[in-house]
T-cell receptor
Framework: AQSVTQLDSHVSVSEGTPVLLRCNYSSSYSPSLFWYVQHPNKGLQLLLK??????LVKGINGFEAEFKKSETSFHLTKPSAHMSDAAEYFC????????????FGTGTQLKVEL | GAVVSQHPSRVICKSGTSVKIECRSL??????MFWYRQFPKQSLMLMATSNEGSKATYEQGVEKDKFLINHASLTLSTLTVTSAHPEDSSFYIC???????????????FGPGTRLTVL
C-alpha cells in the first residue's frame, strides 16, 4: 500500500521569498515520487520526479525536492517565488508494487503575493 | 515530447444523455492510459486503467457500465459517460504512460482535462 500526505492545504508567500511545500509518503516498496503542478482549469504538469537516483532532484522552473528516507519526506522548495508559481501542487507516490498506479496527495494551494 | 491531448475541453449536456471524451497521445504510443476524476478543490481520484486491446481495470466503487472505456489503439482511449446525471459533473483528466521515457518509473503525462457539466 502507498499513501502521501501533504501537510499544508494552503501556503502563502511573498514574491521573491522562498517556497516550501511539505510532503510525507508511505510505501511498502521503493517508491517513485513526483511533484505535479496544476494551474486553474488546466491539466497537470510534471515538475520533477525521484526514481532512486540522486536524492536531491532538480525540476523545471527552479523547483527542487529532496528525498529523505529517514524522514519519509519529499518536500518541494524554490529559492525565490514568482507570481506565475501560484497554482495547486500535488505530491504523488508511485511504485512497482502499485502496478504503475499513482496515488495523489490532497494538494497544496500556493498563493504568491506582491 | 510526451504530449497528451483531450477532446472536448468542455462539454455541457442534458441529464440522461451520453458523453464521449477522447484522450490521445500525440507523439508516443501509450500501451496504458489512465482516467481520473477531480471534484472542485479536491485531488485526483483514479477511476480506471486502460490497456490497449484489453478490458479496462476499474477502481473500487467506479461503475464500469456507467463509465465505458475503450482503448482501441496505442494513441487513443475514450471515456463514455452513459446516461449522465448532474452528480457526474466533474473535471475528467486522462494520462498516459510513455514506456520509452517512463522506463521503470511510473511517470504519467497528463491531458489538459475535460470539464463536464450535466444539466
Amino acid at each position: 500500500a502507498q499513501s502521501v500526505t501533504q501537510l499544508d492545504s494552503h501556503v502563502s508567500v511573498s514574491e521573491g521569498t522562498p517556497v516550501l511545500l511539505r510532503c510525507n509518503y508511505s510505501s511498502s516498496y521503493s517508491p517513485s515520487l513526483f511533484w505535479y503542478v496544476q494551474h486553474p482549469n488546466k491539466g497537470l504538469q510534471l515538475l520533477l520526479k525521484y526514481t532512486s537516483a540522486a536524492t536531491l532532484v532538480k525540476g523545471i522552473n527552479g523547483f527542487e525536492a529532496e528525498f529523505k528516507k529517514s524522514e519519509t519526506s519529499f518536500h518541494l522548495t524554490k529559492p525565490s517565488a514568482h507570481m506565475s508559481d501560484a497554482a495547486e501542487y500535488f505530491c504523488v507516490v508511485g511504485g512497482t508494487g502499485g502496478g504503475n498506479k499513482l496515488t495523489f496527495g490532497t494538494g497544496t494551494q500556493l498563493k504568491v503575493e506582491l | 515530447g510526451a504530449v497528451v491531448s483531450q477532446h472536448p475541453s468542455r462539454v455541457i449536456c442534458k441529464s440522461g444523455t451520453s458523453v464521449k471524451i477522447e484522450c490521445r497521445s500525440l507523439d508516443f504510443q501509450a500501451t496504458t492510459m489512465f482516467w481520473y476524476r477531480q471534484f472542485p478543490k479536491q485531488s485526483l481520484m483514479l477511476m480506471a486503467t486502460s490497456n490497449e486491446g484489453s478490458k479496462a481495470t476499474y477502481e473500487q466503487g467506479v461503475e464500469k457500465d456507467k463509465f465505458l472505456i475503450n482503448h482501441a489503439s496505442l494513441t487513443l482511449s475514450t471515456l463514455t459517460v452513459t446516461s449522465a446525471h448532474p452528480e457526474d459533473s466533474s473535471f475528467y483528466i486522462c494520462s498516459a504512460r510513455d514506456p520509452w521515457t517512463s522506463g521503470s518509473t511510473d511517470t504519467q503525462y497528463f491531458g489538459p482535462g475535460t470539464r463536464l457539466t450535466v444539466l
